[in-house]
């Protein structure tokens, strides 16, 4: 049976003729099959994935030299456009709409001859923790199905959690591949703002949003990083340095386990009343180990942890409201069949019957903190709290390679358990947002299980465009931590 551990043994075995992309592909569709109820899949792409499967095994029998990413099989979550496929948000205002081009990322994957099986699950236009927010439905944690996978990019995780695929593509705005990585016992990595073009990706939060990337092990992520990143006409936003070459000429030499790292952490953050004790204590226990090891570990102050779920919450609604305006039901997409009578009305019920209770949600708040009177109060305070965040994470890089944290205040909650509660799952955001409202790359890998038998992970984030450092320390604590 075809089994899978990274995408540079899968290569070996391809060119050992002891496996081949078409048995992979079918080995996924079976998966694929078998965790159905999963629901972690809005598409499955099975014939294309086939066809291109074999032609992909014909094109190695002429002796053709495998490109990067040949026969790699990987899920995409349904906010990233793949041309001629649908892109719908999961949302009903997006119901059947199929994209018009491919995203950049989407297009640098299928250039290196990887095979996209489907477009994943995730919450409407990706606003959620728990994938609950989704028009087809809950997302369930392959490891308990009565718990969720995290959200947004749910369908995602759990893609990779099942072994459905070998990796997967999520977006990270707040925590969107993170949190799901950290209840899904799997890893999960938002680069830097910009270091993947957001062309193509369905956009939530523009200044917050980044395309991230689920795995099972720090090489292969490297890998796709690797390959998506650079420049991009088609997003000024696009950091022109990329990552290139950092799995080719780095990651992927053995480590020098002597290096000692220089670690930072917020006494607040494991302090926080919120966080489950036996969390708290796993991290504490590990930050004591770090310090035999001779890494260097220290507590840094951080009195702003209790605005950045609010600042968080105030930027990207802003920032929501502006991007939804464009789903009007006039050009693309859900239109009322109400009789309605002038066109404001038209907007009203195409935008009430088409966006979910969330999405209406966090466009009137949204909304709201733009008006008139409330701009300076709400907005324009949330963009100094932003500016504040910025200008300590360039204090901590001064003198660390890496700022650690819990990726969630607890493992994956059970379904319906926060959803009643909006506040409550905003606030289950603490720990992630931070990377996106400074733009610095974070990571959750999964250390650890707690006592309740669910994963949790351990966030590390690093200085902007330091993913290369990011994903060394994640390697070596994989190798000398991992307990899950
Ligand atoms: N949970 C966060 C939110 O609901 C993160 C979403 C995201 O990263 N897309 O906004």
Known sequence: MFSFQSVDAYHQQLQQGTTNCTQAVQFYLQQIEKYKHLNAYTEVY???????????????????????????????KDVICYKDHK???????????????SATAVQRLL??????????????????????????GNVLNALDTTKVPGGSSGGSAVAVQADTCMLSLGSDTG??????????????????????SRYGLIA????????????????????????????????????????????????NKDQDNEKKFRIAYFKETLFHPSLDEEIKNTILKLIEDLRKKGHIVEPVDFDLLDYVVPTYYVLTTAEASSNLSRFDGVRFGYRTQADVGDL???????????????????????????????????????????????????????????????????????????????????????????????????????????????????????????????LHISKYLLKNYLKY
Request: hydrophobic share 40%; with cysteine; proline share 4%.
């Open 344 to 470: 404001t009305e038209f907007y009203k019920y195409t935008r009430s019957e088409g966006f979910g209770k969330e999405v209406q949600r966090r466009i009137m708040l949204g909304t709201f903190v733009l008006s008139t009177g409330y701009y300076d109060a709400y907005y324009s305070k949330a963009q100094q709290v932003r500016r504040l965040l910025t200008d300590k994470t360039k204090l901590i890089f001064n003198a660390f390679d890496a700022l650690i944290m819990p990726t969630s205040p607890t493992t994956a909650f059970s379904i319906g358990e926060k959803s009643a509660d909006p506040i409550a799952m905003y606030i289950a955001d603490i720990y992630t947002v931070f990377a996106n409202l400074t733009g610095i790359p974070g990571i959750s890998i999964p250390l650890f299980k707690h006592s309740n038998g669910m994963p949790f992970g351990l966030q590390i984030m690093s200085n902007k465009q330091d993913e290369l450092p990011l």
């Open 175 to 196: 925590g969107s591949v993170r949190q799901p990585a950290d209840f899904c016992g799997i890893i999960g990595l938002k680069p830097t703002y910009g270091r993947i």
């Open 204 to 251: 939530y939060a523009s200044s917050f949003d980044q395309v991230g990337i689920f795995g099972k092990n720090i090489d292969d992520v490297g890998l796709l990083l690797d390959i998506m990143s650079g420049p991009d006409e088609y997003d000024s936003t696009a950091l022109p340095e990329s990552a290139k070459g950092i799995y080719i000429t780095d990651l």
């Open 111 to 136: 250039d290196e001859d990887a095979i996209i099986i489907g477009s994943c699950n995730c919450d409407e236009f990706a606003m959620g923790s728990t994938n609950e927010n989704s028009v087809y």
């Open 46 to 76: 099975a014939d294309e994935a086939l066809q291109k499967a074999q032609i992909l095994d014909d094109l190695r029998k002429k002796g053709a030299p495998l490109k990067k990413l040949h026969g790699v099989v990987i899920a995409i």
């Open 87 to 101: 892109v719908t948000a999961a949302s009903k205002i997006l119901q059947n709409f199929e994209s018009l081009y």
